[in-house]
């Protein structure tokens, strides 16, 4: 009866990782290597003549990687799904592979001074945008007080007096009154990112709106920081007029970094 032999990139070490290749490789009775994605790429086994992938698909670097982990001649590798898009997924890849194939017989195929002359003007042009990006300035921030509404029912939210920048990207409101303003839901996929631990979701409160304002959780010795997603907000200027903005750092005007020490205590962390 033959036997097989488990790789993984979590839970061994390097000596007991090459301890298993090492079975696999050399021991007759060892003909099944079970493997998380460990195995994807610098595995070279010449008597492998069969990959199968379970319900496991990437982007076409990695499905070429993967089946090259099948190196005896004729060797086959299938995937296993009951997954109608990580078939749709894989049939893209196939299709991303055969246009790369035809992308480098035809460069193959170019004279090469002309192909060096298209690479010169190509990187110089990347050069050039990469340039414009750095030395753009950006927007005017205005150090003006405006209001968010609810994009959607434009019910006041908060002042931009108090929004607050976490970590450079997220974005929080440190008045005390905007938990008023909203309810919650448990998120279905409470993870951690940026020393952020979110738990909810946040709605806009009024009944006749219920609009999705971002999220709420843990931030570092304080409970139900609320951090909003811009899009769902109208900025309303001093004159009335008001402004959309698609993402933050379009915004126009001014806000402060986080600090732990202006942080109302209503979100200090709960003891028993």
């Given at each position: 009866m033959?036997?097989?032999v488990?790789?993984?990139?979590?839970?061994?070490?390097?000596?007991?990782?090459?301890g298993?290749?090492?079975?696999?490789k050399?021991?007759g009775d060892?003909?099944?290597?079970?493997?998380?994605?460990v195995a994807?790429?610098?595995?070279?086994?010449?008597?492998?003549?069969l990959?199968?992938l379970?319900?496991?698909?990437?982007?076409?670097t990695?499905?070429i990687?993967?089946r090259?982990?099948g190196?005896?001649k004729?060797?086959?590798c299938?995937?296993?799904?009951s997954?109608?898009?990580?078939?749709?997924k894989?049939n893209?890849?196939?299709?991303?592979?055969e246009?790369?194939?035809?992308?480098v017989?035809?460069?193959?195929?170019?004279?090469?001074?002309?192909?060096?002359?298209?690479?010169?003007h190509f990187?110089?042009e990347?050069?050039?945008?990469?340039?414009?990006?750095?030395?753009?300035?950006?927007?005017?921030?205005?150090?003006?007080?405006?209001r968010?509404?609810?994009?959607?029912?434009?019910?006041?939210?908060?002042?931009?007096?108090?929004i607050?920048?976490?970590?450079?990207?997220?974005?929080?409101?440190?008045?005390?009154?905007?938990?008023?303003?909203?309810?919650?839901?448990?998120?279905?996929?409470?993870?951690a990112?940026?020393g952020?631990?979110k738990?909810?979701?946040?709605f806009c409160?009024?009944?006749k709106c219920g609009?999705?304002?971002?999220?709420?959780?843990?931030?570092?010795?304080?409970?139900?920081?609320p951090?909003?997603?811009?899009?769902?907000?109208?900025?309303?200027?001093?004159n009335?007029?008001?402004?959309?903005?698609?993402?933050?750092?379009m915004v126009?005007f001014?806000?402060?970094e986080f600090?732990?020490?202006?942080?109302?205590?209503?979100?200090?962390?709960q003891?028993?």
């Open positions: 033959y036997q097989f488990y790789l993984s990139i979590s839970g061994m070490t390097l000596p007991s990782q090459k298993a290749l090492d079975t696999f050399n021991s060892n003909k099944l290597l079970i493997a998380t994605s994807d790429e610098g595995i070279d086994i010449p008597a492998c003549n990959v199968l379970y319900e496991y698909v990437g982007n076409v990695k499905m990687q993967v090259g982990r190196r005896a004729d060797s086959k299938y995937l296993i799904t997954k109608h898009e990580q078939v749709e894989e893209i890849n196939l299709l991303h592979e246009l790369m194939n035809n992308a017989t035809v460069l193959q195929e170019k004279d090469r001074n002309e192909f060096i002359r298209q690479n010169l990187q110089r990347e050069k050039r945008l990469r340039d414009i990006k750095k030395n753009f300035k950006g927007p005017v921030l205005s150090k003006e007080n405006k968010l509404l609810c994009g959607r029912c434009k019910t006041f939210a908060c002042d931009t007096d108090n607050r920048l976490i970590n450079k990207s997220h974005h929080t409101v440190i008045d005390r009154s905007f938990k008023d303003k909203y309810f919650t839901r448990v998120h279905s996929k409470p993870v990112f940026g952020f631990h738990k909810y979701k946040i409160k009024n009944p609009d999705d304002w971002g999220i709420s959780g843990n931030y570092l010795s304080f409970q139900n920081i951090l909003i997603k811009i899009d769902k907000f109208v900025v309303e200027n001093a009335g007029t008001q402004e959309y903005f698609k993402k933050w750092v126009n001014r806000m402060k600090n732990q020490e202006e942080i109302d205590e209503s979100f200090s962390a003891t028993d």
